[in-house]
């Protein structure tokens, strides 16, 4: 069976009730919400450097790097992977282009 981005989710809970100094993700929640974003980001542009140069083996891990941050970060500012997948599934009743169309005027 493959490990799922809830499996990670899980993980990220579990270790966020351990120690500081037992985990990295603990220590990156311990720093605040503004630094797991700084981390989140740094992981984004290391993704795109990976995918512009072609570089497929890098691409997955720094992928597999950019989405353990995401959920860092969601966790760090108290949003749930479940609440992001909800948001997801209620841009599916429409295409795209009408669903980004609609946010420009909220």
Do not use: P, W
């Not at 720093?31 to 797991?36: D, L, N, S």
């Not at 974003?37 to 497929?56: L, M, P, S, Y």
């Amino acid at each position: 069976m493959a490990f799922t981005l809830h499996d990670l989710a899980d993980t990220i809970d579990a270790r966020a009730a351990a120690g500081g100094d037992a985990s990295y993700t603990r220590k990156l929640l311990d720093k605040g919400a503004e630094h797991c974003a700084k981390k989140f980001g740094e992981e984004a542009v290391e993704t795109v450097i990976a995918a512009v140069e072609n570089d497929r083996t890098n691409l997955i891990n720094e992928s597999a790097d950019l989405l353990f941050h995401l959920l860092v970060l969601l966790k760090a500012r108290g949003v749930t992977i479940q609440e992001v997948e909800m948001a997801l599934g209620q841009r599916t009743s429409q295409s795209g282009l009408q669903e980004k169309a609609s946010r420009k005027s909220e």
